[in-house]
């Protein structure tokens, strides 16, 4: 059974920064393409960033420039390193697979506020 664990999370005035983690057990990390999703109230789940298993990295228009997703394979770790955070990336930050599962499998998620 897959576990995510989420953490980094935490208030921050508008151009702060925040580095996000996703620690990964049960899962072949390795083998997979893995993503940040980010769920803002009364909007559906988005993924903001993604990565390959060769370390390629994309992003949402919004964030290109600020984000930066990043994976550690001897850690099971995904790190997601936001900088120049504005009031509308507030929200709840999740790691996954990319695509997600279909039957569920999320972690907790980790709150990202940002005060303008």
């Known amino acids: 059974q897959v576990q995510l664990v989420e953490s980094g999370g935490g208030l921050v005035q508008a151009g702060g920064s925040l580095t996000l983690s996703c620690v990964v057990s049960?899962?072949?990390?390795?083998?997979?393409?893995w993503g940040w999703y980010r769920q803002r109230p009364g909007r559906q789940r988005e993924l903001v960033a993604r990565i390959s298993r060769n370390h390629a990295a994309y992003y949402m228009g919004s964030v290109s420039g600020r984000f930066s997703i990043s994976r550690a394979n001897f850690e099971n770790t995904v790190y997601l390193q936001m900088k120049l955070l504005k009031a509308e990336d507030s929200g709840v930050y999740f790691c996954?697979?990319?695509?997600?599962?279909?039957?569920?499998?999320w972690g907790q998620g980790t709150r990202v506020t940002v005060s303008s």
């Open positions: 049960g899962s072949s990390f390795r083998d997979n393409e």
């Open positions: 996954n697979t990319v695509p997600p599962p279909t039957s569920g499998g």
